[in-house]
């Protein structure tokens, strides 16, 4: 049962979260509570600095949070997001999202998301708060 509704949540996800395709991400790994989200940084992805713009990041983020906190199949909402940038991403690097179940309640969800680059080093961290509606998400 819970293998479907994964399947069916990264299905619904993929389809209408359009910045997915916009920024050519790639969902790495999903489960229960859990999901990696990648993308390689391109030159319209950079801010004024010549780095990639913290808006970019924080959606890579978004993007695997949305799968995290969803996967139950309840329609899950962000309640509140904090980011801390540690590190400037040059364009043709890789990023990835990792979000992680910390708390689940019944109407709400607690979570960490670590981005890093391909050599393993912190770019950002988060956390997030999931508000949980009485609502099926698929």
Aim: proline share 1%.
């Amino acid at each position: 049962m819970l293998d479907t509704t994964l399947e069916k949540v990264k299905k619904l996800i993929k389809e209408k979260d359009t910045l997915i395709s916009c920024f050519n991400m790639d969902i790495v790994n999903f489960q229960a509570g859990t999901s990696s989200v990648s993308m390689n940084v391109k030159d319209n992805h950079v801010n004024a600095a010549g780095v990639c713009h913290g808006g970019v990041i924080f959606s890579l983020a978004d993007v695997a949070f949305a799968l995290a906190c969803n996967s139950h199949g309840t329609l899950s909402l962000a309640l509140e997001m904090s980011i801390s940038f540690l590190k400037a991403v040059q364009p043709g690097e890789t990023i990835t999202a990792v979000c992680c179940e910390r708390h689940r309640g019944k109407s709400t969800g607690c979570y960490t998301i670590e981005i890093k680059d391909s050599q393993g080093k912190f770019i950002a961290l988060l956390k997030a708060t999931a508000f949980r509606k009485n609502t099926p998400f698929v």
